[in-house]
Structures are given as C-alpha cells and as structure tokens.
C-alpha cells in the first residue's frame, strides 16, 4: 500500500468507528449498565468480528452478495430482527435494575463478533475500505496494514462510547433515569436501521 494512502485510510477509519451506528449505541448502553471491564469482550468481539468480515469481503464474498440479491434481503431481515430483539434486551423489565443478579449481561466476545455480519454500518466500512484501499496485486499486504490500523485506531475509538457510557453510571443510579436512558438507547438503535428500510 502507498505511504500516501495511509493517512487517508487512517482517518476513514476514525471517522468510521467513532461515528454513532449500533456498535457504539450499544457500548454506550453496555458501559452504562455494566461498566467498562464487563464490556472488553464487547469491545474486542467488535474488533474481531469485523476483522473476519474484512477478510471474507476482500476473498469475494462482498462481490457475491452483490451477485445474488436474495442473500441481501437476507441478511437485511436477520439485521432488522436481530436488532429489534437487541432493543429489546435494553428495556425489557430488570434492565435498569440496580442488582446484578436482575440485570442482563454484557454481549459476549463471539456474540459482538456475530453480530457484525448482520451490522449496516460494518458491512458499509468494510466494503468502502475494501474497494477504496486494497490493491489486486498486493492483496495480503493491504489487508494486514487495514487489519492492523482497524485494531489498533478502532478499539480506543469505540472505547470512548463505552466510557461515556461508564461516566453516566452514577447519574442512572436513579432507576428512572437508567430505564429513560434504555429506552432511548434502544431507539437510537433502531433509528439505525434507517439506511435498511430506504434502501
């Protein structure tokens, strides 16, 4: 990859992780209610699962959902349906709740990584650093140079949304304002499923 075309990758990766999209509405939500430590499988299933999606894109794999459109509609309903139940995790009864034993659990590490197969946003980073950035005839080097500035600009990114999240702890200690706040995590949520239902 051309030195030129680092610092431009760079900062389309930083405007692409830090930006709000599921991810970071839920990392808000997951460091509100459980705190930055119980979040980092959260974090790094992220890192992981969109490092796999960049992978799969750059073999082929974006080309041949664009070849077949089923697969598309596909994956659209799995994404609706899977954040609607995300959404609904949030506000269901006990989420606010300030006993741990009532409260759901932080995503795990493979459910984060999951889940990026079914994300809009991930899909749509992918895919434009994938087309944007790699090279035919230097393949495996491009993507290891896009792998390794993901990892290491996209976690302290993402990071920041789960310890905004963490500072309003003591704020959502009030069990009123910890379901507000829930609630309107989990429809900002589905306000990002916006570019699906246009498109």
Known sequence: MPVEQILPLMGFIIVM?????????MLLASGANFGFRRSIPHILGITLGCQVLLVAVALGLGSLL????QALDVL???CVLILFYLAWLLVRPGTSSTDPEKRPRPLTLLEAALFQWVNPKAWMMIIAVVTT?????NMTTSLLIIAALFAVLGIPMISVWNLFGVSLQRWLSDPLRARAFNW???VLLLASLYPIVVY
Not at 66 to 69: G, K, V
Not at 133 to 137: E, R, V
């Open 184 to 186: 309107l995590m989990a």
């Open 17 to 25: 992780t830090v930006t709000p999209g599921p991810n970071n509405f």
């Open 76 to 78: 659209r309903v799995l």
């Open 66 to 69: 664009l070849a077949w459109p």
């Open 133 to 137: 950035y790699t090279q035919a005839g």
